[in-house]
C-alpha cells in the first residue's frame, strides 16, 4: 500500500493513494481507528499501522489525485535524518576522487580503496525536507556546487535498540524516495558534511510511502535525470551495506523510532562525478525514480535571502 501527505483544498491528511489510476482515498475513510483524528500526521499513522496487513487499495470510487497537492511524506520526522555516505563502490571511488572529499585525506581512506569498511553515518536536519515538487533553492551565496544525490530512503516503523540484522526489516514501515541535495563547496571547506547537507530545502522526499510488504526482495532501480539526461542508474542490490546492516548498526547505540528516516546513500553519477563537474543550476529540473515506488520533480530556482523566489535571469539582446 501507498500512503501519502497530502493538501486537498485547505485541509491536510494522511491518505491511501493509487499513483496508477491516479486516486486517493483519506485515511479514516478506510481505517476506523482514525475516525476521531482526521488530522493525524504520518508519523502517528505510522506507529498504529505498522505490521498490519493493509492490503490493496480499495476498489471504492476514490478522490483524483490530481486535485491533490503531495507533500513531503513525513514533514517532521522525530529527529534528523540519518543518511549513509559512501555506500556504492562506484560513488565512493568518484566522491575520494573528486577534490571535494574532504575526509578522503583522513588515514581512514585510500586512493586504491575508497569504499568503507564500515557504514558512514551521519545527519541531515529535517527542516531541509521538501515536498516531491517543491523548488530546489538556490540561496545566495549556497548556490555555486549544488549537487543532487538521489537516494531510497527507509522509513522505520516499530521502536528498538541492539536490532539483529536478522530482525531488522521487521522494524522498517516501507521505503521512500529522498534527493540528498548537496552544497559540495560546504562539504569540502569545512571538512565535514553536515553544513552542505543541512541547507533548507535540500531534501526533496516523496511522493509516498510504500509499505515494506509490497517491496521484500525487489531489486529496487534508481534513476536520476537532469533535464532529461540519464545521470544515475543503479540498483539497490549494488550497496555496500544493505537495508539490514544499516538498521541494525544505528541501532546499537541508538533506539529508533516509529518515523525515522534513513538515507541509504547514492549511486555514481553525482555531478561531482564529471570533469568538469556539472552542478545545478537555475531552472534546471531534477527528476529521481525508484522502481515500484514513484518518482519526485523539482525544479531547482532561485530565491532570496528571505526565501522569495527571483525572476529568472534571461540574457539580453
Known sequence: ??????????????????????????????????????????????????????????????????????LAPIRVPPRNIFCVGKNYRAHAREFSTSGFDAGGRSSHSHPDKPHPNKPIVFTKPWTAIAGPTDPIPLWPDVDQAVDYEGELAVVIGKKGRFISKLRALEHV?????????????????HEQWYLGKAVDGFAPMGPWIVTSDELTGIDLRIHTKINGETRQDAK????????????????????????????????????????????????????????NIGRIRNVVQRVSASGEPQPVNRPTD
Not at 563537474?277 to 527528476?287: A, H, M, R, S, T
Open 1 to 70: 500500500m501507498k500512503l501519502a501527505t497530502l493538501k486537498h483544498g485547505a485541509r491536510e491528511m494522511v491518505a491511501v493513494v493509487d499513483g496508477t489510476r491516479g486516486l486517493f482515498w483519506p485515511l479514516p475513510e478506510l481505517f476506523p481507528q482514525f475516525r476521531q483524528t482526521p488530522t493525524a500526521d504520518m508519523v502517528q499513522v505510522i506507529t498504529q499501522l505498522h505490521q498490519k496487513r493493509l492490503g490493496a487499495p480499495p476498489e471504492t470510487k476514490g478522490r483524483a489525485l490530481k486535485d491533490a497537492q503531495l
Open 173 to 189: 514501515f516501507g521505503y521512500t524516495i529522498i534527493n540528498d541535495v548537496t552544497a559540495r563547496d560546504l562539504q569540502r571547506d
Open 236 to 291: 539497490t542490490s549494488e550497496l555496500i551495506f544493505d537495508v539490514a546492516t544499516l538498521v541494525s548498526t544505528i541501532s546499537r547505540g541508538i533506539e529508533l523510532l516509529p518515523g525515522d528516516i534513513i538515507a541509504t546513500g547514492t549511486p555514481e553519477g553525482v555531478g561531482i562525478g564529471f570533469h568538469p563537474p556539472k552542478f545545478l543550476k537555475e531552472g534546471d529540473i531534477v527528476e529521481v525514480d525508484i522502481s
